[in-house]
């Protein structure tokens, strides 16, 4: 016998082109159904994160405040360098906790920087002069934060006595 070699019954492994074309098929049905959710998802925990953290600065600002420094202490929108405070009701590009060291908020040289937060990707609208807490802990003004993505929203409240409280579904 000359050099014919003859294959019985060899099994190929692996998948057709038509089988991995249908899993792939499936595959995108289930991502187009999951991550529309899975978006909301994010955003809605985005919210909640920044609404805490607009919470956060305004209690550390009351707390240094009224146990620390027994002087006066804000919590305002930060200007460009993260160094005072700009007066304005977009807060979306950053916010900073400082003292009053001077008479002006807005000059570097008339404030402590204690703490900043940089800017996020919601709106957070609203209280144009920030919150000022004084000696005694108390806020001379009450004043609303707005904070809202695409589909929810949140109020952050400041009363006259300094305490916030977060609202659901905006102010």
């Known amino acids: 016998m000359g050099g014919v070699i003859l294959l019985r019954n060899v099994k190929q492994r692996g998948f057709t082109l038509i089988e991995l074309m249908v899993a792939l098929v499936v595959l995108g049905i ?18 909640r994160s920044v609404t805490h953290s607009l919470n956060s600065a305004t209690q550390l600002a009351r707390s240094e405040a009224l146990d620390r420094r027994n002087e006066d202490v804000a919590v305002c929108r930060a200007n460009g360098a993260f160094s005072a405070c700009s007066f304005g009701a977009d807060w979306s590009s950053g916010w900073v906790v400082v003292a009053l060291t001077g008479a002006d908020l807005e000059t ?29 802990g108390r806020a001379p ?25 977060v609202v659901e579904g905006g102010c």
């Open 30 to 47: 289930l991502l187009s159904i999951g991550i529309p959710s899975f978006n909301s998802i994010i955003e809605s925990t985005n919210l």
């Open 108 to 136: 570097n040289t008339d404030v402590e920087v204690i703490r900043v937060w940089e800017a996020v990707d919601i709106t957070v609208s609203g209280a144009a002069n920030g919150f000022v807490f004084n000696g005694s």
């Open 141 to 165: 003004t009450n004043g609303d934060l707005q904070i809202q993505n695409n589909t929810e929203s949140r109020c952050l409240r400041v009363n006259g006595s300094g305490r916030a409280a």
